[in-house]
């Protein structure tokens, strides 16, 4: 059984968060298979996350008692909440934990006194584009200018 809960700083995020990384670094082109190996300022993200992450929250998937999802849903800036990192893990796809994470993070944002969610999400992750889509995001300006990201957003 799938529930997604509020990260309590324990142990459950920073390895869904290392992965995400990871995977992100290969698809750019920038094959990493360890996180010692990751540019400096992204081995210190990763090794702050409840630093880092303090003013956001971080929701954390599980099937049964083992993490396997996460999304960051920054705190409402100008009526915005910006949902950032969803990932969930390969043997964890396509069982809905996905869509539980996004709809958990538009609830998160929507209670965090925002009236827009957005996000930005690489072009060449399709699935996770459907996802949004479904999920009622739709494409817009972008306000990120690094190539390759798609921007998004929907009210709340």
């Given amino acids: ?41 992204l081995r210190t993200y990763l090794s702050h996350p409840a630093e880092i992450h303090r003013h956001d929250v971080v ?18 800036r100008d009526g915005q909440s910006e949902i950032k990192r969803l990932w969930v893990e390969p043997t964890a796809r396509r069982t809905g934990a996905g869509r539980l994470l996004v709809r958990e993070a538009i609830a998160t944002a929507a209670a965090l006194g925002a009236s827009t969610a957005r996000l930005t999400v690489w072009s060449w992750r399709t699935q996770a584009i459907a996802l949004y889509v479904s999920e009622g995001f739709g494409e817009v300006s972008s306000w990120d200018e690094r190539d390759g990201l798609v921007c998004m957003e929907r009210s709340l």
């Fill in 1 to 41: 059984m799938l529930s997604v809960d509020r990260w309590d700083g324990g142990p459950a995020f920073a390895p869904l968060l290392a992965a995400y990384i990871l995977a992100t670094e290969i698809e750019k082109g920038s094959p990493t298979a360890d996180v010692a190996e990751l540019p400096d300022a």
């Fill in 59 to 76: 929701l954390v998937a599980r099937a049964g008692d083992v993490p396997v999802g996460c999304v960051i849903v920054t705190a409402s």
